[in-house]
């Protein structure tokens, strides 16, 4: 069945440097007025990574909770934030992501080369983070980045049953150098895969740097969802910084509507994710 589209805004990761790219959002503040924007332009879900004073990616649980509280005050967006954090951060620290009580957090299927890093995420870690989630009601979204993550997934699932909520959200994370690359074949491929994931599994996808357009045109084509923001990408086109995150909502409902699946609200988006309503 093909349904609206949900759209996930991703509007600070931690790779980039806030002097080289200025527009990115680093401060409380910046994340709001982003937040607030993105949500009236049509984005419902909010993948969350913080700054510190030094625009340095940080897991300081006084300011995710700070975070947290802020982002649900002054937005309905469903808060999703990075249990992935930085490729520097301590597994402890990523673990303790989920004790500022955000309503998703991000659950990496599997160790990937992140372009000249490592980005681990080891087995019995993956199994901790799931099955904390599940005590806590905080409703996962898978992150896979390449095509044997997935089988991590049926395991991990079949192990230790579905998470909190219980309905199955993927995002194909492509185009990292190290992990599949942001094809049409690839997405067809991992979304093929899907068929041993439990019934009514949905995926998002998105496509770092340039195979941003190809990945999303495939995703919306083949019944997926939207995954866009900074944390992705920073060119808009050859020779374009993006101006803001705003500017990528915006690109990416412009498609969903020509694909005749418009934005879901938030609240279709916490039916579909199986997200409590919005507590504001
Ligand atoms: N920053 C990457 C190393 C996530 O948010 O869960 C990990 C990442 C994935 O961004
Ligand atoms: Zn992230």
């Known amino acids: 069945m093909t349904t609206g589209t949900l759209i996930t805004v991703a509007p ?6 806030k002097a080289e790219v200025p527009a990115l959002p680093v401060t409380l503040d910046e994340l709001l007025l982003t937040a607030k924007e993105c949500e009236a332009l049509g984005a419902a879900v909010i993948h969350v990574h913080i700054r510190d004073d030094e625009a340095k990616p940080t897991l300081d649980q006084g300011r995710l909770r700070e975070t947290v509280a802020a982002l649900r005050e002054s937005t309905d967006l469903v808060v999703q934030l990075s249990s992935g954090g930085a490729v520097t951060d301590p597994e402890a620290d990523r673990l303790a992501v989920l004790d500022a009580g ?4 991000s659950c990496t299927m599997g160790t990937v080369n992140f372009g000249d890093d490592v980005f681990l995420n080891r087995w019995e870690f993956i199994v901790d983070l799931h099955t904390r989630m599940q005590e806590r009601g905080v ?3 898978y992150e896979i980045f390449d095509l044997g993550h997935l089988t991590a997934l049926q395991r991990l699932l079949g192990k230790y049953g579905l998470p909190a909520g219980g309905h199955v959200h993927v995002d194909f994370v492509m185009g990292v150098p ?3 690359p942001g094809t049409t074949e690839a997405l067809v491929a991992c979304r093929q895969a899907l068929r041993d994931l439990p019934e009514g599994t949905t995926f998002s996808a998105t496509g770092i740097g340039r195979s941003t357009i190809p990945v999303m045109l495939a995703s919306l084509s ?5 995954r866009v923001g900074m944390e992705d990408t920073v060119t808009y086109a050859k020779g374009s910084p993006v101006e803001s995150n705003m500017q990528l909502v915006a690109r990416a409902v412009g498609f969903a509507q020509l694909a005749q699946r418009p934005p879901l609200t938030t609240a279709q988006a916490r039916d ?4 409590p309503a919005a507590r504001r």
């Open 12 to 17: 600070t990761g931690a790779e980039s440097a």
């Open 102 to 105: 955000p309503d998703m957090a």
């Open 139 to 141: 409703v996962p979204e």
């Open 178 to 180: 190290g992990g599949m």
């Open 222 to 226: 083949t019944g997926g969802h939207l």
């Open 272 to 275: 579909l994710l199986g997200v």
